[in-house]
């Protein structure tokens, strides 16, 4: 049998959006004022042909599981709970960030998604998300995938991809 190349399934859809806040810190002592996008998330699978149904992943759950993932973050202020110079504290149902060491906000807890990254860059957001869905595809007991690579766009024709392979 002639052998067979390489298969990769790809997810891009209206829905899988979230229109968020956030702020980015630079190099030295810049940093944005509070500002939102609306960010559009696709996902690309490698790997293996389930045998059983020659697919590698199922799109009806891959697009369940991205939505999710979407919603969790959407009509929220991202912030960075692994920043050296943006501390997030809460306390009860609000939020305090300072940055550099000065106060700067005070949020509703509910309004608020607090993410395990130390800056809220598409490349990082990006890279959580492929975090969180290698979880979820996991659980769904998929086999045999071999890559994940993630796009965050959070502005016409401005987006940034992260690329996992996968043991
Ligand atoms: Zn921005």
Redesign the pocket.
């Known amino acids: 049998m002639q052998p067979r190349g390489e298969f990769r399934v790809s997810v891009t859809k209206d829905y899988l959006v979230f229109a968020s806040a956030?702020f980015?810190t630079f190099a030295g002592h810049r940093c944005?004022g509070l500002?939102g996008?609306n960010y559009r998330a696709s996902v690309t699978i490698e790997g293996a042909l389930n045998e059983e149904s020659w697919f590698v992943f199922d799109f009806v759950e891959l697009k369940r599981i991205m939505k999710q993932l979407c919603d969790e973050i959407d009509h929220l202020v991202l912030l960075p709970t692994k920043s050296d110079r943006v501390k997030v504290t809460e306390d009860g149902d609000v939020v305090s960030v300072s940055v550099d060491g000065k106060q700067r906000y005070v949020f509703p807890r509910k309004d608020c998604a607090l993410l395990p990254i130390p800056n809220t860059t598409v490349e990082m957001i990006a890279e959580m998300l492929t975090d969180r869905l290698r979880v979820h595809l996991e659980q769904s007991g998929a086999r045999g995938l071999t890559a994940i690579e993630m796009e965050i766009e959070?502005n016409f024709g401005q987006s940034a991809f992260y690329r996992v392979g996968l043991p």
Request: aromatic share 0%; no cysteine; net charge negative.
């Open positions: 956030h980015i944005e500002h996008h959070e």
